[in-house]
Antibody, heavy 121, light 112 residues
Framework: QVQLQESGPGLVEPSQTLSLTCTVS??????????WTWIRQSAGKGLEWMGR???????TYNPSLKGRVTISSDTSKSQFSLKLTSVTAADTAVYYC?????????????WGQGILVTISS | DIVMTQSPLSLPVTPGEPASISCRSS???????????LDWYLQKPGQSPQLLIY???NRASGVPDRFSGSGSGTDFTLKISRVEAEDVGIYYC?????????FGPGTKVDLK
């Protein structure tokens, strides 16, 4: 059974870097035609797709994040990570990691439970 | 970016009665392969979103057949033939045609 679990600090100071990790179990993150994705949900912007990393390592990001986002993976730990730099209060949100089935037809079939990250001093 | 809109934004429903949600995209979601790239998700209270419908009309694994998706191009509909109490939550449409993938604002479904 595929499971995803987000982890990281729940509070980040403004202008700092938000770092989250998603641990995947039940499937290898380095095989298959799938993408590993970060999505966030805030009161102000609803659900926002942030970006994804392919099993081969290729990344795609949402341009709205203006180059502040980096997604990477550590296959030895079955984890992929999110880094968002220069955060502001607008980045306060629940952050989800999810699997994108890819295969020419994106759909998010497995999600983590989400982690609330608050940006505040 | 493709902009997604939904209506209504709030939908009180009566158990046993049908319900319908509309989703519209700013660009056609019809791919050259003949499929419409439109998904529906349900976020139940306190939970992560879950996939209901993909490629416009295909129910995801385990989704009851009272849920159906239809539409083409820029106009899509999610229908629940007979609403059950467990169907309450926020329904989102998503365009997975081209990055950045974009969600609709959500339709909150609750019981009358």
């Amino acid at each position: 059974q595929v499971q995803l679990q987000e982890s990281g600090p729940g509070l980040v100071e403004p202008s700092q870097t938000l770092s989250l990790t998603c641990t995947v179990s039940g499937v290898s993150i380095s095989s298959g035609d799938v993408y590993w994705t970060w999505i966030r949900q805030s009161a102000g912007k609803g659900l926002e797709w942030m970006g994804r990393i392919y099993t081969g390592g290729t990344t795609t990001y949402n341009p709205s994040l203006k180059g502040r986002v980096t997604i990477s993976s550590d296959t030895s730990k079955s984890q992929f990570s999110l880094k968002l730099t220069s955060v502001t209060a607008a980045d306060t949100a629940v952050y989800y990691c999810a699997r994108d089935t890819g295969g020419g037809a994106t759909r998010f079939d497995y999600w983590g439970q989400g982690i609330l990250v608050t940006i505040s001093s | 970016d493709i902009v997604m809109t939904q209506s209504p934004l709030s939908l009180p429903v009566t158990p046993g009665e049908p319900a319908s949600i509309s989703c519209r995209s700013s660009q056609s979601l019809l791919h050259s392969n003949g499929y419409n790239y439109l998904d529906w998700y349900l976020q139940k209270p306190g939970q992560s979103p879950q996939l209901l419908i993909y490629l416009g009309s295909n129910r995801a694994s385990g989704v009851p057949d009272r849920f159906s998706g239809s539409g083409s191009g820029t106009d899509f509909t999610l229908k629940i033939s007979r609403v059950e109490a467990e169907d309450v939550g926020i329904y989102y449409c998503l365009q997975p045609l081209q990055p950045p993938f974009t969600f609709g604002p959500g339709t909150k479904v609750d019981l009358k």
